[in-house]
C-alpha cells in the first residue's frame, strides 16, 4: 500500500470514528483520559516510512535518506543504497549504518532532468530467520542479508508476506478480473499454487489492490481481506476459504494474525479464529501491531500509541508522540516491534520549508514507559 493511501486510509477511519463514534457494546475498556508523554530514545530521518526489524544481528532496514548534490546544476538524489541496514544501540547508544543492499542494474530509472535514480522500495519485510530481505519495488527483489547478493527478481509478486517457517510467499495477482491468491517458493520464486475468488471485479475495474492485506497464520491458513467485503480464511490444503465476516468493521483494510496463536486483529477488535466470533472490543485503532510473543498489541489513531494487553482485554496504557510532534511529526505511519519486545520503532513525517516530506525513526523504550505507567510487565518473545 503506497504511503498516500495509506494515510488517506487512516484519515477517513479516524473521520468515521469522530462523526459516528465506536461500537463498543461488548468492550471491557473503561475509558481513561491520562496518557503519557514519554522520551524517545533516538529519532534520525529515513527515506520513507517502511521498516523491518530482524531477529537476525538485531539490524533495522529502512530505506535511506536522500543526500542532495548538484551535477551540471541539477540536483539528484544520491545515497548509500537502495536499502540500508543500521544497527540500533551499538556501541555508541545509535543506530549506527551496517551495510547497503542495492537493487539490480535494470531497475534503475533515468530521469532526463534530474539523472540517473533508483526505484527505492516501497515495501519489504525479513524472512523470519533474517537471512533474507524480500523487497517490492513492483516486482519482488530476493537479497541475502550478511552478502547483499541478489538471489532472484520475480515481476509477477505484488506484496510481501512471509510464512512461519520463512519457505513461501502469498502474494495477489494484479492482471485477474477477480481477487487471485498466489502462493510462491521463497527460496526459488517460483509459482506453487494459487487461488481464484468466484467474485468477479465490476465491469471495467481494475483489480488493483483487489487484496488490501495478508495475514499468514498456520502453515496452511492464511487470513486476507478484499475490496469485494470479501474476509476469508484460505485453507491452502483444501483450496477452500472459510467466512469471517464479522473479523472486521466494514471500513477495515487491515488485518494481523497473533503470532503463534489463532486470534486475529483489526481496527478495534479481536476476533478468535476458531469460534469464529470476536473476542473482545477496544476502542478504534488506525492500525495495530503485535508483539513477538503474541500478548499485546499495540494501536495507534495517529497521534496517540495504546498497549493492549489480549490476557486483561484491554487498553493498560496510551502515549502520544508529543515529545518529537513539532520537529519530527505526531502522526504514525508505520510502526515495527524488537525482536525482544523491549522496543518499538515508529515512523512519522513532517513537511519541509519546501513542501517535502520528511520521514522520522524514532525508538521508544515500551518496557520503560510501562513501568512509568505503573505497571510490572514482562514481554517475552
Not at 18 to 39: C, M, W, Y
Not at 200 to 219: K, M, Q, V
Request: hydrophobic letters at 40%; charged letters at 20%.
Amino acid at each position: 500500500m503506497s504511503e498516500e493511501r495509506c494515510i488517506l486510509m487512516k484519515w477517513l477511519i479516524l473521520i468515521v470514528i469522530v462523526v459516528l463514534g465506536v461500537d463498543g457494546s461488548t468492550s471491557a475498556f473503561q475509558q481513561d483520559d491520562d496518557v503519557l508523554t514519554p522520551t524517545p530514545l533516538l529519532t534520525r530521518t529515513v527515506g520513507f516510512n517502511e521498516i523491518s526489524w530482524s531477529s537476525q544481528d538485531n539490524v533495522i532496514a529502512v530505506v535511506p535518506p536522500q543526500l542532495e548534490t548538484a551535477t551540471q546544476g541539477q540536483q539528484i538524489a544520491q545515497t548509500t543504497g537502495d536499502v540500508e541496514l543500521w544497527q540500533p544501540f551499538s556501541s555508541r547508544g545509535d543506530l549506527e549504518y551496517a551495510s547497503a543492499l542495492w537493487l539490480p542494474d535494470a531497475l534503475v530509472q533515468t530521469n532526463e532532468q534530474t539523472g540517473q535514480q533508483r526505484r527505492f522500495p516501497t515495501l519489504f519485510e525479513f524472512s523470519p530467520d533474517g537471512e533474507r530481505l524480500a523487497m517490492d519495488v513492483g516486482e519482488l527483489i530476493m537479497a541475502d542479508v550478511r552478502t547483499g547478493e541478489v538471489l532472484y527478481t520475480q515481476p509477477e509478486i505484488d506484496g510481501i508476506y512471509w510464512n512461519p517457517d520463512g519457505t513461501r510467499l502469498v502474494s495477489q495477482d494484479l492482471n485477474e478480473t477477480a481477487f487471485t491468491i498466489v502462493i510462491w517458493d521463497a527460496n526459488t520464486g517460483t509459482e506453487l499454487q494459487r487461488y481464484r475468488s468466484p467474485n468477479r471485479l465490476p465491469e471495467g475495474a481494475r483489480p488493483y489492490a483487489a487484496i488490501l492485506d495478508f495475514s499468514w497464520g498456520t502453515e496452511e491458513e492464511i487470513a486476507f481481506i478484499a475490496n469485494d467485503d470479501t474476509r476469508g480464511i484460505l485453507n491452502l490444503a483444501t483450496g477452500t476459504v472459510t467466512d469471517i465476516y464479522d473479523c472486521c468493521i466494514e471500513e477495515a483494510f487491515y488485518l494481523k494474525w497473533q503470532p503463534g496463536g489463532r486470534l486475529l486483529a483489526t481496527h478495534d477488535r479481536v476476533y478468535d479464529v476458531d469460534l469464529r466470533q470476536p473476542l473482545f472490543y477496544f476502542p478504534h485503532q488506525s492500525d495495530v501491531y503485535w508483539s513477538p510473543d503474541g500478548q499485546w498489541l499495540i494501536g495507534d489513531t495517529g497521534t496517540v500509541v495504546s498497549l493492549i494487553s489480549i490476557a486483561d482485554q484491554r487498553v493498560m496504557l496510551r502515549f502520544s508522540l508529543d515529545a518529537i510532534a513539532a520537529q519530527y511529526g505526531d502522526y504514525v505511519t508505520n510502526l515495527v516491534w524488537s525482536p525482544d519486545g523491549q522496543y518499538i520503532a515508529t515512523i512519522t513525517g513532517i513537511d519541509d520549508e519546501n513542501g517535502r516530506r520528511q520521514h522520522y525513526v524514532t525508538i521508544w523504550d515500551i518496557q520503560a514507559i510501562i513501568a512509568e505507567a505503573g505497571y510490572t510487565l514482562s514481554i517475552i518473545p
